[in-house]
C-alpha cells in the first residue's frame, strides 16, 4: 500500500520548535517532489513549503520564510519541516503530499496546486501558551 505518514505534530509554545517528518511507504521519494501544506479551522488548504526531488530547490510561502526550513532525507525515504519561532497562527493540521517529479514544473508550481498524486493523514499542530 502506498502512503505517507506525517509525525511530529503536538503543542507548543509561542517561540518554540517543532520538527515535523514525512515518511513513505510502498513507495520511494526518490523521484517525488514534496510538499507541505496546512489547514486552520474555516480556512482554505494553503501551501506551506515544496521541495524538489534532488533537494535543490525549495519555495515557502511569504508567512513562514525565514522561520520554517524544508528538507529531505532519501535514503531515510523522509521529508522534514523543521519549524521554528512558532506563532499561533501557525496552528493547523499539517499534511505533506507527493507529485511524480517529472509531472511537476517548479516547487513553486507545486505549492499553489490543491490536487496531488498521494497525501498524508495530517499531523495537528497547536502554538498556543
Known amino acids: 500500500q502506498l502512503q505517507l505518514v506525517e509525525s511530529g505534530g503536538g503543542l507548543v509554545q509561542p517561540g518554540g520548535s517543532l520538527r515535523l517528518s514525512c515518511a513513505a511507504s510502498?513507495?520511494?521519494?526518490?523521484?517525488?517532489?514534496i510538499g507541505w501544506f496546512r489547514q486552520a479551522p474555516g480556512k482554505e488548504r494553503e501551501g506551506v513549503s515544496c521541495?524538489?526531488?534532488?533537494?535543490?530547490?525549495?519555495n515557502y510561502a511569504d508567512s513562514v520564510k525565514g522561520r520554517f526550513t524544508i528538507s529531505r532525507d532519501n535514503a531515510k525515504n523522509t521529508v522534514y519541516l523543521q519549524m521554528n519561532s512558532l506563532k499561533p497562527e501557525d496552528t493547523a493540521v499539517y499534511y505533506c503530499?507527493?507529485?511524480?517529479?517529472?509531472?511537476?514544473?517548479?516547487?513553486?508550481?507545486?505549492?499553489?496546486?490543491?490536487?496531488?498524486?498521494?497525501w498524508g493523514q495530517g499531523t495537528q499542530v497547536t502554538v498556543s501558551s
Open positions: 503530499a507527493a507529485d511524480f517529479a517529472l509531472q511537476i514544473t517548479t516547487v513553486q508550481a507545486m505549492c499553489v496546486m490543491r490536487s496531488h498524486d498521494y
Open positions: 510502498g513507495f520511494t521519494l526518490d523521484h517525488y517532489t
Open positions: 521541495i524538489s526531488s534532488s533537494g535543490s530547490s525549495t
